[in-house]
């Protein structure tokens, strides 16, 4: 998106050099990645930060309105409601396309949000690996807001541990090592001593809960949450805990804000950089589907996502609570490569510390493809596709 800095990184780019920059990544984080890593980063002029931002910022409005938990108290399904929700989520992520409007003008467009984490740790070690393998210069930064990476590392350690001695935090997840993102447990567990400790591994005594290191039992004060709730209709729960129950334990972020924050708060928003998106039960006037895109509400990753839509696919559906209808909006085929341009996505990270009256961008994350989906397990057999990193001036 900087031409200059692109056509420079196109020209000095060989297959040495990202061979390099992938075995350097993979020893970095002492794993290799289950996903593909693009080629290239993607370098974002900072007239087109400041408008994802200014989205972000009037989004975070709404959030802060006083009855934001009341427009969102449906969106949590009963059976994964857990107690003790807190008044703010510690993380919140910002998915925007870049994309073409009517004007053939470039403009980012909110896809998704989510008050989850994201690869926190991995892109730390793909900014330095990339720095270093390509000897990127010139006024760029992957961090936002005057963060660095011993900043960034310092906020992240104070937010997930909260002053709790780190023994007591673990990041939790289900069946850690079945998962596309486990390499970002590695990454943390080698930035921020956090240990990863599969859901089916804790054992609760009363409203404790604990979990063993080296054959010794541990209390469990903290959790940062890494669980996918969704993912637990596949999973064999019966030798889990029940997460419904009132613990005494904090969650970084508690698990109601994955729903709070999501695809269902897409409707309530009224922004230029924001498609029109509609719950599908609630609505009463005609629309051309073939200018919108069907998502299941609760679904992460791109799954159940229906782009071409018509009148069957809609008729077909027995809980239209459940499903929106976003407009769609034209990628822009921006990023060149040696075998045709490539779309991005970028991701905002903002981090919200207690003290904090507002959340503030701190990182990112990128990625390209050359489909019709954005994800990397959707473009498996493409060059110059997958998990990036976005520079900004």
Known sequence: MIKHLRNRFNANFSENHYRAFLNTLEQSCGIKPDFRIAETPVFISSSFKEKMVETCENIIDFILDDN????????????????????????????????????????????????????YGLQVMMDNVMQST??????????????????????LKEIIFSNI????VILLEIEPEKQKTKIDFYCLEKLLGIK?????????????????????????????????????KNSDLSKCIDLKQPYNVEWCPHPNWFYRISKYTLPFLDDPHIPKTYFLNEITQPLNLQEFVL????????????????????????????????QKVTYADIIETPDGNAKAEIRLFYFWKKEWKRPIAVHNLARLSKGKMIGTRYNENETWVGGSIAYFE
């Open 68 to 119: 934001f938990k009341a427009h969102t108290n449906n969106s949590i399904p009963n059976e994964y409601n857990v107690p003790d929700e807190n008044e703010k989520p510690e993380m919140l992520v910002f998915d925007f396309g870049i994309c073409k409007n009517s004007n053939k003008e470039l403009e980012p467009q909110l896809i998704e949000m989510q008050g989850f984490p994201s690869v």
């Open 134 to 155: 390509y000897n990127l210069t010139g006024n760029l930064s992957s961090y936002l807001n005057g963060y660095n990476k011993s900043t960034y590392l310092q906020l």
């Open 165 to 168: 001695n780190p023994e007591n």
């Open 196 to 232: 990863t400790i599969c859901l089916k591994e804790i054992i609760s005594e009363e409203n404790d809960l604990y979990y063993f290191n080296n054959n010794q039992k541990i209390k469990i004060e903290r959790i940062f949450n890494r669980i996918v709730f969704d993912d637990l």
């Open 295 to 326: 998502k299941p509400l609760f679904s992460y990753a791109g799954m159940g996502v229906k782009i071409d839509v018509n009148q069957e696919d809609i008729d077909a559906i027995l809980d239209p609570e459940n499903w929106i209808l976003q």
